[in-house]
Every structure is written in structure tokens, then in C-alpha cells.
């Protein structure tokens, strides 16, 4: 009995639930050795505790005053912890506190604009797995054009309300999912979006508008979690992953696939040229709007022109869209494109199916 009770007493979860309500690590074990035998006085907290009465009243006055503690009037004074749901209410009385005075304080303060002088890429390390699919939640909620996901059913289910959620809101959402050994597939439970596909095996990735990517590697077993994750800014790294992830996607299992709503836009070329492909199969007449910059001058332009044709060919590494603008024949390509007249970074479809 004494080695259960002492290892729930040294228990880190109760220091962790104990330190958001001020008390420290002793005084926890202060109220839990209360809560398994009390009523005790402080000469019988003292023995059983191993420490001098007045280093343990300290901490009684610490839980008396945060109201975790009851004092008897009586001789001798005898002290005896309040039930687990009253803690509980108190424990959430504190966090709901630190939610409307704390949190939405530092959601007040805008981050000073600057601009980072670095000659190294812009990839920040996560070494916290919670973190990690935090930060996950937040890229996927802020896309706005693109959301491509990658990962196992646990990591794709995770992210499942939210893809939902972007796609209601117009948002081109891409699911790679992928097996793990120990993780089944639920395909009943597989998020509610247009585009689903399932291949040999991946990362964990979320994509947002080829702006911000998250990226972890992938699990190879159940309880297998990734010691890190890498946030990246850098768009020629998000670029290389995005064509990695292209090439995965008209290679892997279609679990459904059905054709974007027009008018939509892209932030990854490739995704916008095979979607053209497929629309023009169905004879839709399909209207480009490019916003981007000119290829020789490096000047900002955005132009608008009816598609005359989609090119994909995946072994050249050739990717670009032609139009009509204005009479003039004009070529679409990615934002490192060289031999296309226009760098595309966002190519809007519209048009008529």
C-alpha cells in the first residue's frame, strides 16, 4: 500500500495539474497525502511526510488560502482536502481566468513587421510533438486557396474538421493519406473533401497557399512520434516539397477525386494545370487570371486571357498553362519559371462546364 500511495503522491501529472492552481510540487503532496488519509494534524502530516511541522504549515497556509485545504477549530487542529470535484471546479475556474485575462491579452499584441537580413532559409525547428500538431491545426486553418495535407489516418483525422471546414469556405483542399503498421484505416471516418488519394508512404505535411508548410517525418509504427518538426517560410524549399507531393498524387490511389468548383483559385501550378486537363476533357471553357510577374523584366502584372492549352509533361519537368490575351499568345509558368513569359504565383480558373 505505502509504494502505490507514494507513487501517486511523486506523480508528474499531479504536479503539472497542481502548478496551474500556484502550488508546488511539496504542496501537492501535502493535499494528496490528505486526500488518502486525512483528517491528519500537523504532527501526523509531519511523520508521514518526513519533513519538520513548520516547513509543512507553510504549505498548508498555501493550500488553506487557495481553498484546497479544510481547517478544523478544534485542539488538535486538524486538516483534512477538499473532494477532487471541487478541485476540478477551481482547476477550470483558473484556466477559464487565464483564457479571458491572459490569453486574449497576448492575442491582442501584433507582432512588429520587419524584415529578417538572413542568408540561411527560413525553417524554424518544433522539438514537441503537441506543438507540432498544434501549429498543424494553425497552418491548415489559415489557408485561404491551397491546403494540401499528408500523413497517417491519425494525423489526416486530426486535421479532418478543419479540411472540411476550408473547403465549405472555397479553399482547394488535397488529403495524401498513407498506412502505417498498427493504424487502420477507417475509410468510414476519411475527412468529407473532393480530393483523397491514398500512397505507399509519406510525411507528415501540412501546405498552406505555398506560403507556410509544416513537415514532420512519417510514423513507422503506432507509437512511434517524431522527436521534431520543421516550420518553413522559405519558398523555394515549399516549392521542391509541393512538386514532391504533386508527383505522389497522379501516382497514388484515388479514394475520391471529384472536379473543382469554378471559379477557384491556385497557389501550386501543377495542381492548376492537371485540374485544366480535366475540365477541358468535360469541354468546359476555362477564363485564366494571372497574378505574378513577367519572366525577362521581373515586373509585377497580372493578366487575364481564355486558355488555348495545358501543358504537363512530367519527364522534361515541363508545367505551364497558355493563353489569349488580347491577341497575343502568352505563357504561364511556376514562380521559378525561365523559358514561360510569366512566373505565376496565383492562377484563378473561371469559366463555364
Given at each position: 500500500?505505502?509504494?502505490?500511495?507514494?507513487?501517486?503522491?511523486?506523480?508528474?501529472?499531479?504536479?503539472?495539474?497542481?502548478?496551474?492552481?500556484?502550488?508546488?510540487?511539496?504542496?501537492?503532496?501535502?493535499?494528496?497525502?490528505?486526500?488518502?488519509?486525512?483528517?491528519?494534524?500537523?504532527?501526523?502530516?509531519?511523520?508521514?511526510?518526513?519533513?519538520?511541522?513548520?516547513?509543512?504549515?507553510y504549505y498548508?497556509?498555501?493550500?488553506?488560502?487557495?481553498?484546497?485545504?479544510?481547517?478544523?477549530?478544534?485542539?488538535?487542529?486538524?486538516?483534512?482536502?477538499?473532494?477532487?470535484?471541487?478541485?476540478?471546479?477551481?482547476?477550470?475556474e483558473?484556466?477559464?481566468?487565464?483564457?479571458?485575462?491572459?490569453?486574449?491579452?497576448?492575442?491582442?499584441?501584433?507582432?512588429?513587421?520587419?524584415?529578417?537580413?538572413?542568408?540561411?532559409?527560413?525553417?524554424?525547428?518544433?522539438?514537441?510533438?503537441?506543438?507540432?500538431?498544434?501549429?498543424?491545426?494553425?497552418?491548415?486553418?489559415?489557408?485561404?486557396?491551397?491546403?494540401?495535407?499528408?500523413?497517417?489516418?491519425?494525423?489526416?483525422?486530426?486535421?479532418?474538421?478543419?479540411?472540411?471546414?476550408?473547403?465549405?469556405?472555397?479553399v482547394?483542399?488535397?488529403?495524401?493519406l498513407?498506412?502505417?503498421?498498427?493504424?487502420?484505416?477507417?475509410?468510414?471516418?476519411?475527412?468529407?473533401?473532393?480530393?483523397?488519394?491514398?500512397y505507399?508512404?509519406?510525411?507528415?505535411?501540412?501546405?498552406?497557399?505555398?506560403?507556410?508548410?509544416v513537415?514532420?517525418?512519417?510514423?513507422?509504427?503506432?507509437?512511434e512520434?517524431?522527436?521534431?518538426?520543421?516550420?518553413?517560410?522559405?519558398?523555394?524549399?515549399?516549392?521542391?516539397?509541393?512538386?514532391d507531393?504533386?508527383?505522389?498524387?497522379?501516382?497514388?490511389?484515388?479514394i475520391?477525386?471529384?472536379?473543382?468548383k469554378?471559379?477557384?483559385?491556385?497557389?501550386?501550378?501543377?495542381?492548376?494545370?492537371?485540374?485544366?486537363?480535366?475540365?477541358?476533357?468535360?469541354?468546359?471553357?476555362?477564363?485564366?487570371?494571372?497574378?505574378g510577374?513577367?519572366?525577362?523584366?521581373?515586373?509585377?502584372?497580372?493578366?487575364?486571357?481564355?486558355?488555348?492549352?495545358?501543358?504537363?509533361?512530367?519527364?522534361?519537368?515541363?508545367?505551364?498553362?497558355?493563353?489569349?490575351?488580347?491577341?497575343?499568345?502568352?505563357?504561364?509558368?511556376?514562380?521559378?519559371?525561365?523559358?514561360?513569359?510569366?512566373?505565376?504565383?496565383?492562377?484563378?480558373?473561371?469559366?463555364?462546364?
Amino acid at each position: 500500500m505505502q509504494n502505490s500511495l507514494e507513487r501517486l503522491i511523486c506523480s508528474e501529472e499531479f504536479v503539472q495539474l497542481f502548478s496551474i492552481l500556484g502550488i508546488s510540487r511539496f504542496g501537492c503532496e501535502v493535499y494528496l497525502r490528505l486526500l488518502l488519509e486525512g483528517p491528519l494534524t500537523l504532527s501526523e502530516l509531519s511523520e508521514r511526510l518526513g519533513a519538520k511541522a513548520s516547513q509543512i504549515y507553510y504549505y498548508i497556509k498555501e493550500l488553506v488560502s487557495k481553498g484546497l485545504v479544510e481547517v478544523s477549530r478544534g485542539r488538535p487542529t486538524l486538516y483534512k482536502a477538499v473532494s477532487p470535484s471541487i478541485l476540478e471546479k477551481l482547476y477550470l475556474e483558473k484556466l477559464e481566468f487565464i483564457r479571458d485575462n491572459v490569453i486574449k491579452r497576448l492575442k491582442t499584441i501584433v507582432p512588429v513587421e520587419r524584415k529578417i537580413m538572413v542568408e540561411e532559409p527560413l525553417v524554424y525547428v518544433v522539438k514537441n510533438w503537441k506543438t507540432f500538431l498544434l501549429k498543424a491545426r494553425e497552418v491548415a486553418n489559415d489557408a485561404t486557396k491551397n491546403l494540401i495535407v499528408c500523413g497517417d489516418f491519425e494525423f489526416v483525422n486530426y486535421l479532418s474538421e478543419i479540411a472540411e471546414l476550408k473547403e465549405k469556405e472555397g479553399v482547394n483542399t488535397y488529403i495524401l493519406l498513407y498506412e502505417v503498421p498498427g493504424i487502420t484505416i477507417d475509410y468510414s471516418n476519411l475527412p468529407r473533401v473532393r480530393k483523397l488519394r491514398k500512397y505507399v508512404s509519406g510525411d507528415l505535411m501540412v501546405i498552406a497557399d505555398s506560403r507556410i508548410a509544416v513537415l514532420s517525418q512519417r510514423r513507422r509504427g503506432i507509437n512511434e512520434k517524431p522527436s521534431y518538426g520543421l516550420i518553413i517560410e522559405e519558398p523555394v524549399i515549399i516549392d521542391h516539397i509541393e512538386q514532391d507531393f504533386f508527383y505522389k498524387w497522379i501516382r497514388s490511389e484515388i479514394i475520391r477525386d471529384e472536379p473543382v468548383k469554378l471559379p477557384t483559385s491556385f497557389t501550386v501550378l501543377r495542381l492548376a494545370i492537371y485540374e485544366t486537363l480535366r475540365l477541358r476533357q468535360s469541354k468546359c471553357k476555362i477564363r485564366v487570371l494571372v497574378y505574378g510577374k513577367y519572366v525577362k523584366s521581373g515586373v509585377n502584372c497580372v493578366v487575364e486571357g481564355d486558355l488555348l492549352d495545358s501543358i504537363l509533361e512530367n519527364g522534361r519537368g515541363i508545367a505551364q498553362l497558355t493563353i489569349r490575351v488580347d491577341g497575343n499568345i502568352v505563357s504561364v509558368g511556376s514562380q521559378d519559371a525561365v523559358i514561360e513569359d510569366i512566373a505565376a504565383s496565383i492562377v484563378e480558373l473561371r469559366g463555364v462546364c
